[in-house]
């Protein structure tokens, strides 16, 4: 078994797991699936090929390469808070009938 430290947690990985019709019944009663066979003899060549594919990234060595969480780099998406003209409050107001002594008037709440 190979094994990765992710976190300071341990976390063990097979390179080979056997995938049969026993698994995919199992998948499906736990997600709560009701296949027929025809379904199961469908779907097991597929997840073999799927999980056959990502068995290919276990044999490449990683050693001394760091987990790379993020991908790409975040960037603040955000605009610059610059100063610029706000309406007055007579401006504001001026659209809406629902106002009260200077102010917008909403709904009651109790």
Known sequence: MKQAVVFG?????????????????????VARLDLTQKEIDTFLPQLKE??????????????????????????????????????S????LAQTIHKKDGYFKGPKIV
């Open 50 to 87: 799927i999980l056959g594919a990502f068995s290919e990234l276990d044999t490449i060595n990683t050693d001394g390469v760091s987990p790379s969480f993020q991908p790409i780099e975040l960037k603040n998406a955000l605009r610059e808070d610059n100063e610029g003209t706000c309406l």
């Open 9 to 29: 947690i341990r976390i063990y990985r097979c390179l080979v797991m056997e995938v049969d019709e026993k698994l995919i019944k199992h998948v499906a009663e």
């Open 89 to 92: 409050q007579e401006d504001a």
